[in-house]
């Protein structure tokens, strides 16, 4: 897992997810463990098993976001010199060739990436296609829908 790739404001939110994992939601699986546990009968108690599981999940979690932030590689996009050209860490403006939509998506590392904040996975098929080319350029995607084609409208490290 060494030199996994991640922007500085994502490591920021693996962080903050770990903090409240840490501080928030052990403590209250530790008390909902004690209080289930209180209740007597431990083999037919759903609540102690609900209980169990959510520390598992939990702890699993932990594990994980400190695994990553310990051997994380921290991108800061506003320091690239990358003249112009599309790189982990870039935010870029493309449009839908068949029906002229526009979208600007940023490339980021795997554990970051949120659709929703428009925010891609460098290894979706969308970023792969993207990486190393530059404003003007035309890709073509391969999604499952089909092979789409994008322009880049404008490159940015913001």
Do not use: C, W
């Not at 003007?136 to 913001?158: N, T």
């Amino acid at each position: 897992m060494s030199g996994i790739p991640l922007t500085v404001k994502g490591a920021q939110r693996l962080r903050e997810e770990l903090h409240q994992l840490k501080h928030v939601e052990r403590p209250a699986v530790i008390e909902a463990i004690a209080e289930a546990r209180a209740q007597g009968d431990l083999s037919e108690n759903a609540e102690y098993d609900a209980a169990r599981e959510r520390q598992g999940f939990v702890e699993a979690r932990i594990g994980e976001l400190d695994g990553v932030l310990s051997n994380a590689q921290l991108i800061e996009p506003t320091e690239l010199e990358a003249d112009g050209r599309v790189v982990f860490g870039a935010t870029v403006k493309i449009e839908d060739l068949e029906n002229g939509e526009k979208v600007v998506y940023q490339i980021v590392g795997d554990l970051e990436a949120d659709i929703k904040q428009n925010l891609i996975s460098v290894s979706s098929p969308v970023a792969r296609a993207l990486i190393g080319k530059s404003e003007g350029d035309v890709v073509e995607v391969k999604a499952p829908s089909g092979a789409k084609e994008f322009e880049i409208l404008e490159v940015s490290y913001r």
